[in-house]
């Protein structure tokens, strides 16, 4: 299994500010996802990372508002930018695992937007 | 596309007795996996059981087992000797083969909750 630190874990935004969350895995691994997660509701896919290529965005998700980096093989970043109130979540992110059939996930970020 | 839906948003069992939390997936793959992971309010995800589709027998671990019925599409989660630690959202995921591996399409969620 691959364990994953994420951070910041929680944080309180100004609306109109960017947000920048970390994700380290402790192996290399081929695809880190991120989710978003809105209060009481299920997880939503923004984005996929690859290292060395573009990121794979879902419908609704677009670059400019969520800007991902994937600079190596064990690391990833996904920036919240000119953030509003409804971008108030949980955010996750997520490595494969084993034959790339299983996902483990870091702790998450609560961002709160004021 | 892939759709997991778990119909019961909330559910409470007594402390020691059985539950069975259900979840039902459409797809159109013939190699995929399952899931169920746990979130406690500590909002990390673990990983409770995983079933591969290719396999007949159900999947156990320890106090959880699941019913996998690949014909009727469903996927459904018994916990046994529930424990005040099982109080948790579960969700029921799905990942398909082929250029999707690793991405997952989650259910809507159960809360349960185990009363002493």
């Known amino acids: 299994s691959a364990v994953i630190s994420q951070k910041p874990s929680r944080d309180i935004c100004q609306r109109g500010t960017s947000l920048t969350i970390q994700c380290q895995v402790d192996?290399?691994?081929?695809?880190m996802f991120w989710y978003r997660q809105q209060p009481g509701q299920s997880l939503t896919l923004i984005a996929t990372?690859?290292?060395?290529?573009?990121?794979?965005?879902e419908s609704g998700f677009v670059i400019d508002k969520f800007p991902i980096s994937r600079p190596n093989l064990t690391f990833s970043t996904l920036t919240v930018s000119n953030m509003s109130p409804e971008d108030s979540s949980i955010y996750l992110c997520?490595?494969?695992?084993?034959?790339?059939?299983?996902?483990?996930f870091g702790q998450g970020t609560r961002l709160t937007v004021v | 596309a892939q759709t997991v839906t778990q119909s019961q948003p909330e559910m409470s069992v007594q402390e020691a007795e059985t539950v069975t939390l259900s979840c039902t997936y459409d797809?159109?793959?013939?190699?995929?996996?399952l899931f169920w992971y746990k979130q406690p309010p500590s909002r990390q995800m673990i990983l409770v059981i995983r079933?591969?589709?290719?396999?007949?027998q159900n999947a156990t671990e320890n106090r959880f087992s699941v019913n996998f019925q690949k014909a009727a599409k469903s996927f459904s989660l018994k916990i046994s000797d529930s424990q005040l630690g099982d109080t948790a959202m579960y969700f029921c995921a799905f990942i398909a083969g082929g250029t999707s591996y690793g991405k997952l399409t989650f259910g809507q969620g159960t809360i349960l909750t185990v009363h002493p």
């Open positions: 192996s290399q691994v081929t695809m």
């Open positions: 997520s490595a494969n695992g084993q034959a790339n059939t299983e996902a483990f």
């Open positions: 990372a690859n290292q060395g290529s573009e990121a794979t965005y």
């Open positions: 079933q591969e589709a290719y396999k007949q």
């Open positions: 797809t159109s793959e013939n190699n995929y996996y």
